[in-house]
């Protein structure tokens, strides 16, 4: 079993960025999901207080045959795939400087694990002793075998140069290797900026509020008007805003953070919100947000 409880974290703490605008009076901040593996004493309090939860391990853990390393590494991977997406929006939303300086492929899910073959955490660098410059190069050349071929695959692990094998297989016409791939991009940044986050703080449910919070110290103003703001959602290349899990507890976090507003995806997520809310009596301005202009806009006139 698991158990699960929301909290917040001020992003300000987080970001630094060279010559910031620091106006702002209020906060921008993530909501988060606390969750704690399952003993006697977690179980009983699980049952116990509101804000805990009961979930059975079978439906949290997608792969047995995964470590908790695996998991670990992916979350970290989700991350900062958060983190590049949130940084390339607010520069280019706010007119700064950005380019891609370089790129790198890892695997963060594999299918089935096999002697000598790819493990998650693995950065792909040649396939079949041709480069790989994009994703698309991995894939397209795994077209040209065979299913039950075995590729080889020139990886970095523990940061040496390590040869591989992957078994070509076939799916809906497609020949695949049932391996997971994450491009993680570097960036050069005019102002430089450096992102602190810590190796538990995973996942990519705080895009939305990383992305307003970097536009916010690159632009002049104050998006925050002296609020605390707390949000969640996901944000993509093209500034949408995508759902979550774990709305009732980020919410209760957010109110016991005293939070002034609650920014949250649109559709299911907005409606668990509110129903929370009602539930309990929460003194507490909800706003369902489906892209980065919308949120952007919203905060913009909150003094109004």
Not at 161 to 174: C, H, L, P, Q
Not at 212 to 218: E, Q, T
Not at 245 to 258: F, I, S
Request: proline content about 1%.
């Amino acid at each position: 079993y698991k158990r699960q409880g929301g909290g917040t974290i001020n992003i300000n703490d987080r970001v630094e960025i060279d010559g910031e605008n620091s106006s702002s009076k209020g906060s921008l901040n993530f909501a988060y999901v606390r969750e704690l593996e399952g003993n006697v004493a977690s179980f009983i309090l699980g049952n116990i207080i509101p804000s805990y939860e009961v979930e059975k391990q079978e439906d949290v853990e997608l792969n047995e045959d995964e470590s908790s390393e695996d998991i670990m590494f992916r979350n970290r991977i989700y991350l900062e795939n958060a983190n590049q997406t949130a940084i390339m929006l607010a520069y280019t939303a706010s007119g700064k400087d950005i380019e891609v300086s370089d790129s790198h492929f890892y695997v963060i899910y594999v299918d089935e694990k096999e002697d000598g073959g790819l493990r998650v955490g693995d950065e792909l660098v040649k396939v079949n002793g041709k480069d790989i410059e994009k994703v698309e190069d991995y894939t397209k050349e795994i077209q040209e075998f065979n299913v039950g071929d075995k590729v080889n695959v020139t990886v970095i692990r523990d940061d040496k140069e390590k040869d591989v094998t992957a078994t070509v297989k076939e799916e809906d016409g497609t020949k695949l290797t049932g391996i997971s791939v994450s491009t993680i991009y570097e960036y050069e940044t005019d102002p430089k900026i450096e992102l602190k986050f810590r190796d538990s703080e995973g996942g990519p449910s705080g895009g939305l509020m990383l992305t307003l919070a970097i536009y916010d110290k690159l632009t002049d103003g104050d998006l925050t008007h002296g609020s605390t703001i707390v949000g969640t959602g996901t944000i993509s290349s093209d500034g949408s805003v995508g759902e979550i899990g774990g709305v009732k507890h980020k919410l209760n976090g957010a109110v016991k953070a005293n939070a002034d507003v609650f920014l949250v995806p649109k559709g299911d997520n907005y409606k668990e919100a509110l129903k929370e809310k009602e539930k309990h009596n929460y003194d507490i301005e909800i706003k369902a947000i489906g892209t980065f202009d919308e949120a952007v806009e919203y905060l913009e006139n909150l003094d109004s």
